[in-house]
């Protein structure tokens, strides 16, 4: 008679993917255990996340996994919760250290750079604000940090403690930190890599945030490696989506969303930028790109469209003055355009909370 060992199940379990991730689950530090009696198999699991979703995906891999190991004629599989030990650390999940305070982090993301990523970013963390959340946004843009200028406060420098602790800049209500606040307007941002990467991890680490019902992160453009390793280090509630109508090239989109699948974070939904042209004498609308794109794509990739912001200039002239639509205009149709989408993002970041919540 076949006789399965725990060598024949680890390997079998190495061969199986972490629910949203690229990596096998053993190599993330997710198989606690595996013990083996004559043909029954038990594997402790312990998943990087309480979402019942993901656990549940976890226990049918394993369980269909090991069911096909020769020899093996019951499974049983046994969800635990990680340990302070060796094998969580192991796992990517530890890096993903929760904000002290900050009860919801939502991060922006375009598959391209100029489609209007910092002016969403900036103008619905001014929407959540002004619907009376307290609101911090984090230009994690290392390379092009536009917040400083589109918020007004290009020369600000950031209160520091003895301890090296960092107090955010705040403008308009809002809790403010930018790596423009700590560079020379001369200074080449030249740094590789593996310096972004510690100075973005001493911004979460340093900066005393205080209390926050939501941190609104400006990521740089794109959904390469770099932006893939600032949302793996934060535990990012949802996602955004930036957009315009000529890129909403199902790929950019797919590939943004593919980048918060591998951390398992929520995509909340699609923005479209720069959807239409308003005159502003005549109030007509102009569907220069046509009409629709947006909302198409994100039905073919089942993710919710929050919704479209007009191409106007006073979008563009009120960023160069400091004091973006939200506040310049509050009553305008790009304004109510930004504060739509907030209440919808709003909605869906606290549904997200009660998924992650829901089993402990
Ligand atoms: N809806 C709009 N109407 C008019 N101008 C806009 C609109 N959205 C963005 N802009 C302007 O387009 C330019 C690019 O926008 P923004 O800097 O927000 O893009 P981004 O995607 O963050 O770019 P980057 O890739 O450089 O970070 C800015 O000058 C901004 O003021
Ligand atoms: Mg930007």
Known sequence: ????????????????????????????????????????????????????????????????????????EVVEVVVGTAEHGQAAAASPFDERAPLPGVARILAVASGKGGVGKSTVAVNLALALHASGRRVGLLDADIYGPSVPFMMGVPDARPRMTEGHKIFPVERHGLALISMGFFLDDKSPVIWRGPMVMSIVRQFLKDVIWGTLDVLVIDLPPGTGDAQLTLVQQVPVTGGVIVTTPQDVALQDVQRGIAMFQTVNAPILGIVENMSYYECPSCATREDVFGREGGRREAAALGVEFLGEIPLVAEIRASMDRGAPVMLADPTSPAAAAFAAIAVKVMSALERSDQGATAVS
Not at 3 to 31: E, F, H, N, S
Request: glycine share 8%.
């Open 1 to 72: 008679m076949l006789v399965a060992t725990i060598d024949d199940i680890r390997a079998r379990l190495a061969q199986v993917r972490y629910p949203g991730y690229q990596r096998d689950i053993v190599a993330l530090g997710a198989v606690r255990d595996v013990e083996v009696v004559g043909g029954r198999a038990r594997v402790t699991v312990t998943p990087g996340t309480a979402k019942p979703e993901v656990v549940a995906a976890l226990r049918t891999a394993v369980e269909s996994a090991v069911r096909s190991v020769p020899g093996v």
